[in-house]
């Protein structure tokens, strides 16, 4: 029974390729919004630097692994030298508090640039992204930014052939094409941010690409389509220090049906933080974070898999370390994303 299974995913795998390719998805993506969206790029008054890993549907052959590492960071002698939410050393206000929220004013105009590693294996194939990204914010009132920004870089799709067993060792579907193939990558948002709630808006794959896995032209089905991101959440205050965070995340790739996550995070003072996630015909997941210090926050989360693969899979887990560069005011969490 388990090897069906095996082969059902496989063959869903390699009809997900002919038809749209998917990028990663992320249940901690709320940790780490620049996955999704360029106009988060330094957003924050400090250099972010996360590293991922996830697993996914773990115990079944050939799941989804997917890693990666971002950077992100300000530019503008106005936002790093005197930010108008900045905090003094040592810290101050925790920015996940009510009283942070009553002062709050908006960040300076600045520029922001990042940088993005992803890596995303299933199955035999692999597909790495590297992209920069270039944001810019703006005040538009005395407690809202927009931010609005851009991404560029190249995507690489490796097929494995060594990991196929083919009835045809000559099989002309990828014979005598290229199992390694580089593409532009092209993508693009908005953010629009205060305090206490968020709005993006984003689109990646702008480029459509076809894959090229065989000389016969019959075969090559397997294209890149744009993928299109739309997530908001709110602060909500429980207390003066406990807030809970709740957020969504809906996304459409034609041909495949529109897909949503639904997410709350509940924080205490800026120490950590605990929260649930569910997302459509796939999961529920539990997720969990510690910031450690003013260099260091932890973050993970484990998804109970609701679709017919839970019968193999153990479920998926994945893990998100912050470093926190350049960290001025010694703030402990995030001042201008939840």
Same mark, same amino acid.
């Given at each position: 029974?388990?090897?069906?299974?095996?082969?059902?995913?496989?063959?869903?795998?390699?009809?997900?390729?002919?038809?749209?390719?998917?990028?990663?998805?992320?249940?901690?993506?709320?940790?780490?919004?620049?996955?999704?969206?360029?106009?988060?790029?330094?957003?924050?008054?400090?250099?972010?630097?996360?590293?991922?890993?996830?697993?996914?549907?773990?115990?079944?052959?050939?799941?989804?692994?997917?890693?990666?590492?971002?950077?992100?960071?300000?530019?503008?002698?106005?936002?790093?030298?005197?930010?108008?939410?900045?905090?003094?050393?040592?810290?101050?206000?925790?920015?996940?508090?009510?009283?942070?929220?009553?002062?709050?004013?908006?960040?300076?105009?600045?520029?922001?640039?990042?940088?993005?590693?992803?890596?995303?294996?299933?199955?035999?194939?692999?597909?790495?992204?590297?992209?920069?990204?270039?944001?810019?914010?703006? $005040?538009? =009132?005395?407690?809202?930014?927009?931010?609005? %920004? /851009?991404?560029? !870089? &190249? #995507?690489?799709?490796?097929?494995?052939?060594?990991?196929?067993?083919?009835?045809?060792?000559?099989?002309?579907?990828?014979?005598?094409?290229?199992?390694?193939?580089?593409?532009?990558?092209?993508?693009?948002?908005?953010?629009?941010?205060?305090?206490?709630?968020?709005?993006?808006?984003?689109?990646?794959?702008?480029?459509?690409?076809?894959?090229?896995?065989?000389?016969?032209?019959?075969?090559?089905?397997?294209?890149?389509?744009?993928?299109?991101?739309?997530?908001?959440?709110?602060?909500?205050?429980?207390?003066?220090?406990?807030?809970?965070?709740?957020?969504?995340?809906?996304?459409?790739?034609?041909?495949?049906?529109?897909?949503?996550?639904?997410?709350?995070?509940?924080?205490?003072?800026?120490?950590?933080?605990? $929260?649930? =996630?569910?997302?459509?015909?796939?999961?529920? %997941? /539990?997720?969990? !974070? &510690? #910031?450690?210090?003013?260099?260091?926050?932890?973050?993970?989360?484990?998804?109970?898999?609701?679709?017919?693969?839970?019968?193999?899979?153990?479920?998926?887990?994945?893990?998100?370390?912050?470093?926190?560069?350049?960290?001025?005011?010694?703030?402990?969490?995030?001042?201008?994303?939840?």
């Amino acid at each position: 029974m388990k090897r069906i299974l095996h082969l059902i995913f496989l063959l869903a795998v390699c009809t997900q390729m002919g038809l749209a390719q998917q990028k990663p998805q992320y249940t901690q993506y709320v940790f780490n919004n620049l996955l999704l969206n360029p106009a988060v790029s330094g957003i924050e008054n400090y250099t972010d630097v996360k590293a991922g890993y996830r697993s996914q549907w773990t115990g079944l052959q050939g799941a989804p692994v997917t890693s990666y590492l971002t950077l992100s960071t300000p530019i503008g002698d106005n936002f790093i030298q005197g930010d108008a939410t900045a905090m003094p050393a040592e810290g101050g206000e925790n920015p996940s508090s009510r009283l942070y929220t009553q002062n709050y004013m908006a960040a300076e105009p600045h520029h922001g640039i990042g940088f993005m590693l992803v890596s995303d294996k299933a199955g035999p194939i692999t597909t790495t992204n590297i992209d920069v990204t270039y944001a810019y914010h703006l $005040g538009l =009132s005395p407690t809202m930014n927009l931010a609005v %920004g /851009v991404q560029g !870089g &190249v #995507n690489n799709i490796n097929l494995n052939t060594s990991e196929l067993t083919l009835e045809f060792p000559l099989d002309p579907a990828i014979s005598n094409g290229s199992n390694s193939q580089w593409k532009p990558d092209l993508g693009a948002g908005i953010w629009l941010y205060s305090s206490n709630y968020y709005f993006g808006a984003s689109v990646q794959q702008l480029l459509p690409q076809t894959l090229y896995f065989s000389t016969n032209v019959a075969y090559n089905q397997s294209k890149t389509v744009p993928q299109y991101f739309l997530t908001s959440g709110v602060k909500l205050f429980l207390t003066d220090d406990i807030t809970l965070m709740p957020s969504f995340l809906i996304k459409v790739i034609n041909p495949t049906p529109i897909t949503f996550d639904i997410n709350a995070k509940l924080s205490f003072m800026d120490k950590f933080w605990v $929260g649930g =996630s569910y997302r459509r015909d796939d999961s529920f %997941g /539990v997720l969990a !974070g &510690v #910031n450690i210090s003013s260099f260091i926050n932890v973050g993970y989360s484990y998804d109970i898999t609701t679709s017919a693969l839970n019968t193999v899979s153990n479920g998926t887990h994945e893990i998100v370390i912050g470093i926190l560069l350049n960290n001025r005011y010694k703030v402990t969490c995030p001042q201008h994303t939840f």
